[in-house]
């Protein structure tokens, strides 16, 4: 068996971690997804862990979705999502190598990003 994809999910809200944790899995047979509701709580485990693709909220309390993908490895792939991207200064937006979606998530757009990065594992 190959390696599986590893993708982190992070929103302060249960539901939508959850939502997106059961469509990835139907979307894709080779990842393994790790929910979290705190972004310190999923931060460490980046950090602890092999991660290819993180999917984050942006607005959360503590730290907010930018803050955890720039104290993460450049190398993995990341998906901002957010209600109030607007909100968002443009100059931090433009500092990240990040695919951005307004809630509601765009769920084809989102499994096409994943099929994409389950081609780069081989
Ligand atoms: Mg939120």
Do not use: W
């Not at 249960?14 to 931060?43: M, P, W, Y």
């Not at 693709?53 to 930018?66: N, S």
């Not at 200064?89 to 994943?114: G, H, S, T, Y």
């Amino acid at each position: 068996m190959g390696k599986r994809l590893e993708i982190v999910v992070v929103d302060d809200e249960v539901q939508i971690t959850e939502l997106l944790k059961t469509f990835i899995e139907c979307a894709s047979k080779n990842s393994n997804v790790h929910t979290f509701n705190d972004a310190g709580e999923a931060r460490s485990y980046i950090l602890k862990n092999s991660v290819d693709v993180l999917i984050t909220d942006y607005k959360m309390p503590k730290y907010d979705g930018i803050q955890l993908m720039e104290e993460i490895p450049p190398s993995i792939k990341k998906v901002l999502i957010s209600g109030y991207v607007s909100e968002i200064a443009e100059e931090r937006l433009n500092q990240l190598d990040a695919v951005f979606f307004e809630k509601p998530v765009p769920m084809k757009a989102l499994e096409k990003i994943i099929h994409e990065q389950e081609q780069l594992l081989a």
